[in-house]
């Protein structure tokens, strides 16, 4: 049965919101930042690799479930790199039922921005359950125009009424580019019956050009993992979990509490972690009357595109431009940029990604409205932010705020009034390339209106009855002439 409708022990539950969990991928994101600067593809994708990778270790002991966010919880974070950048991951839970999570990554200055929108399944067997993220994360190297695609394995926990809690990631994903034609396959393997601890978290993979092997993967995804070139037969070290690695993860900033908005994760479900931490189910059963509300809602920070893909309102895909970028921040859940000089007008990432979109979008959004009318609507380096003086709203990157008054109504206008004269002169143009095939058939398949009256006294070739009989009338006298003066002059 579904595991959302099974009322599981308080114990098991890892005190924090599932949306918070998804960020644990991005403590290594400097990784990323590193696979931008390579120019060899073949490199970028084993990076990429090593990034996914890192992206599971990080996990609390033991079977730990986070709860499950409500319609329109939110969650905001940043990571500081050593360069000085900051990677910002923002995310909202977009949908009820279905629930579904969406967030988006963003590093400008070192040129790689992610967005995904997960659906969360789960499937309780009695003393086991496996967790299903459906969903694909859309990583585009921003300097280089590439995107990267990649799936979720599932979870598979036992141990949950009898014997010892674990978990363990099992299934195949893939994570491919099509610009440059490189896959990686990998497959979680579940530990067999008879398996000893060599036979926990497997993991093994190929990296592929087309139908080419280039490298295999073989290892632990929780322990090490190394690869193999097919061709030389080296073998390296792809990831290690060890002090050092952990020494490596970024630190993570958060708004402190106080300063946060009712809806965002940590203070709306502080009271809660604080009543499961002393067995108090009270809190509990108010948060499950909540996350039960069926109010139409309608996602701020998301939108529904063409193509029935959740994209962030503010994305910004365009590459770092050192000469005029000074750096991102994040104010009231905008990931804007400060500028040197008053730029152009952002195209954001969904028309990017879809070219059409912006053709499409008033039918989209007409339709995503009429519809949302209808429809029921760690502690590892987690560091609060000081604000300073000047900034006392709940902003996770101490931003100046007269940058966020300048990129906000006026960019908004100026996109849509371009979109709505693009859609206009594409749709006169279309009229007129439609009148224009339309006569050229008429003039193909159909005589012209002042002969087709005629069409009836035609014969082959397209000569007119009457012209025929005149001819030979005249041919008759010429023939009757000639032979009257050869009978005078005989």
Known sequence: MDLSKVVLPTFILEPRSFLDKLSDSYYHADLLSKAVQEDDAFTRMKIIVQWYMSSFYKKPKGLKKPYNPILGETFRCYWQHPSGSRTFYIAEQVSHHPPVSA??????EDGFSITCSILAKSKFYGNSTSAVLEGAATMTLLPRGECYTATTPYAHCKGILMGTLSMELGGKINIECENTGYRTELEFKLKP??????????VVGKIKLGKETLATINGHWDRECRIKDAKTGEETLLFKVDADLRAKRLPRYLVPVEAQEPHES????????????????????DAKER??????????LFELDSYGQWIYKYADLRPWDVRNDVRQYECQYKVLTQTRHKSVPIVHGA??????????EPVAR????????????PKAKNKSLVLAPRDTNSDSSQSPQGVVKRSSSSSIRQINAALDQVNRVLEE???QLNDISRRLERMQYAPPPHLRHGAQNML???VALSTVIKSLIYALIGLTFSLILRWLFK
């Open 429 to 431: 143009h279309s009229k």
């Open 460 to 462: 082959g070739g397209g």
């Open 193 to 202: 019956f008879l398996g000893g601890s060599e036979s926990t978290n497997v």
């Open 291 to 300: 996350s039960s509300i069926e109010a139409p809602y309608v996602p701020n």
């Open 351 to 360: 028309e990017l990604m879809h070219p059409l979109r912006s053709s499409l």
């Open 366 to 377: 007409s339709h995503r409205q009429s519809g949302a009318a209808s429809s029921k609507a």
């Open 266 to 285: 940590q203070r709306l479900w502080e009271r809660v972690s604080e009543s499961i931490a002393r067995e108090d189910q009270k809190q509990r059963a």
């Open 103 to 108: 967030f988006y990554v963003t590093n400008r």
